[in-house]
């Protein structure tokens, strides 16, 4: 009787609705008190409550009157420009996201010597500890795996010897170990789901100490543990670009904010990978693909810019697609002319391309890319100037490369661990405070009803979402 009741989707659902009417909060009290939502200002600039030294996202500039003036897109990791480390890594035929790895924790770029004993210690601590895997990840298979990446990071809490421990020694060794494991974590978790829920076949590769971080996750996620050198510097490429985004976006503040409650590491970071996988913020490419799968079925001609053009119009007015009027992939909350990550992104695409024989499909991306902040443009008003995001790219470099699309939001993830690690250390060393914003509360004081003097209140439909219009749907 008990388990038939619980089971009944009717009960729940009234309870839903109950709860929806209940939230509710007039938009105008927003504005009445001020409130900066989402710890932004009316013009999108964030409102600052932290400082760092790790790295800088620049897409625009105060002017002496305080006005915001959109510039060209520069992605710094501690005080380098992410373009110049790029270069001088295929300058030198080297996987360049261990150095970012390094400069990223260490605050300054690594000497030859320094960056060969650093890639061994990621190399041997790269394999999980005995028995994990069968434990760990075989026994509790997920069918999402950046869930499958969080249980596995709280889970490391259990193996090892001083997981409370504080002090930066041990704080550093644990941010190493996750950053060099976070791959195999994503890359046995995939191969457990393919198992249990795709009914596919299952391979468990044992990581190669002497490869990098992008070599080891192509070569453990493939059956026959095969890659080329472009596959694996394209991917490296991709991990450098999603290493680090300033201290502001969701799961970077996510870290600062639970390591300043004092919490163990492996807490802080879990909490971090579930920000991530939100769809507003790791997961933007994934609904890239959707729409260009969707694109691809109804634009006939990928050469001809008017059909193109025409369907995106479609998108836009939210005829067409997810009707909600987004066009996946453009729009950020701080770049506005240009995102640096794009264009590096992009050039490497094209050579992918090329060895992929998938010019046709890349040259429909570099119309759109050119088409759709046109098409915004002529919809919203130069309110809604927007530039292309590497959104854009990532899920079609990742799609390039045969990686299966629940592995996308996990790649920046590998990626991003390193960036969260240098922000909980920094979050230690220099913050000393714990995070306490304010809410105001807008309900009234009731006086209190007698339980046998209550009357039930009628449930009636949930109510209408704020259907303000958002261009940007990535906050990172």
Not at 243 to 255: C, D, K, V
Request: hydrophobic share 35%; with cysteine; glycine share 8%.
């Amino acid at each position: 009787m008990i388990d038939s009741f619980l089971q009944d989707n009717s009960f729940l659902s009234k309870l839903s609705l109950l709860a929806q009417n209940n939230d509710p909060i007039d938009v105008s009290l927003y504005q009445k008190y001020d409130v900066k939502r989402g710890l932004r200002y009316a013009d999108g600039r964030g409102v600052l409550v932290g400082l760092t030294r790790i790295g800088d996202v620049v897409g625009y500039e105060v002017d002496k009157d305080g006005n915001k003036v959109a510039v060209p897109g520069k992605l710094i990791y501690r005080g380098y420009n992410v373009e110049d480390i790029v270069k001088d890594a295929a300058k030198h035929h080297q996987f360049g996201y261990e150095q970012c790895v390094y400069l990223l924790l260490f605050g300054e770029l690594p000497t030859e010597k320094q960056l060969e004993e650093f890639n061994y210690y990621l190399g041997r601590v790269r394999t999980l500890p005995p028995n994990f895997t069968e434990d760990m990840i075989m026994k509790a298979p997920s069918a999402d795996i950046m869930n499958k990446i969080a249980r596995g990071v709280l889970a490391s809490y259990s193996y090892d010897n001083a997981p409370e421990e504080r002090n930066i020694v041990n704080v550093l060794r644990q941010c190493i170990e996750l950053i060099s494991r976070f791959g195999t974590l994503a890359a046995y978790g995939y191969q457990a789901k393919r198992r249990y829920y795709d009914g596919k076949s299952m391979y468990i590769h044992n990581p190669d100490p002497a490869l990098s971080t992008a070599e080891n996750f192509l070569r453990l996620i493939r059956n026959d543990k095969s890659y080329t050198r472009l596959e694996a510097e394209i991917l490296d490429l991709a991990l450098i670009l999603h290493a680090e985004h300033g201290g502001g976006n969701n799961s970077s503040l996510t870290i600062h904010v639970v390591s300043s409650a004092d919490t163990d590491t492996y807490s802080a970071v879990a909490a971090a990978v579930g920000s991530l996988k939100g769809r507003r913020h790791g997961g933007a490419n994934i609904r890239v693909m959707e729409m260009m799968d969707d694109i691809k079925a109804n634009v006939k001609d990928w050469t001809n810019e008017q059909e193109i053009r025409d369907y995106l119009c479609k998108i836009a007015d939210k005829k067409a697609f997810d009707h909600t009027g987004l066009i996946y992939g453009q729009g950020h909350a701080v770049y506005t002319i240009s995102d640096p990550r794009t264009t590096l992104l992009r050039d490497k695409a094209s050579e992918l391309a090329k060895e992929k024989g998938m010019e046709e499909e890349f040259n429909l991306y570099r119309i759109i890319e050119r088409l759709a902040p046109e098409v915004l443009y002529e919809k919203h008003g130069d309110k809604k100037r927007i530039c292309t995001n590497v959104d854009f790219y990532s899920g079609f470099v990742y799609s390039m490369l045969n990686i299966p699309r629940e592995l996308f939001t996990p790649i920046f993830a590998i990626a991003r661990i390193a960036g969260w690690s240098a922000h909980r250390i920094e979050e230690i060393v220099a913050g000393g405070r714990i995070y306490r914003p304010a809410y105001k509360n807008v309900s009234e004081e009731r006086e209190y009803i007698p339980i046998e003097k209550r009357v039930a209140h009628e449930v009636g439909s949930a109510p209408e979402k704020d259907d303000a219009v958002v261009i940007s749907g990535p906050s990172d």
